[in-house]
């Protein structure tokens, strides 16, 4: 496989990554961005631990939605994170139902 067959197949990979993304977004409540994985879920639990220099962050999350594009199962019942870098959560707007006529 050549250097360009490669670049073509990431590209790829990326754009049905985001189209899946764009296709579940709504199913979520919450959007958690760690120094590594950005997610999506509808439960989650971040606690700040430690004192001091010591501290870290412990993050858990149900029901998510993780973006990697290198996993085959992008859907996780449960993640945990400790970490000492910074996590953002966000909540998403409320969903907007539409009701059929």
Partial sequence: MSAEDLEKFETEQELALYREY???VSLFSHV???ER???L???VDLQVRGEGAGV???LRMNDAWVWDVYRTARFVKNVRVITF???NVEE???REIE???
């Fill in 22 to 24: 764009r296709d579940v």
């Fill in 32 to 34: 958690v961005e760690t």
């Fill in 37 to 39: 994985r950005f997610y």
């Fill in 41 to 43: 879920c509808n439960d």
């Fill in 56 to 58: 870290y962050f412990d």
């Fill in 85 to 87: 870098k910074d996590v």
């Fill in 92 to 94: 998403l707007p409320p």
């Fill in 99 to 101: 009701l059929p006529e």
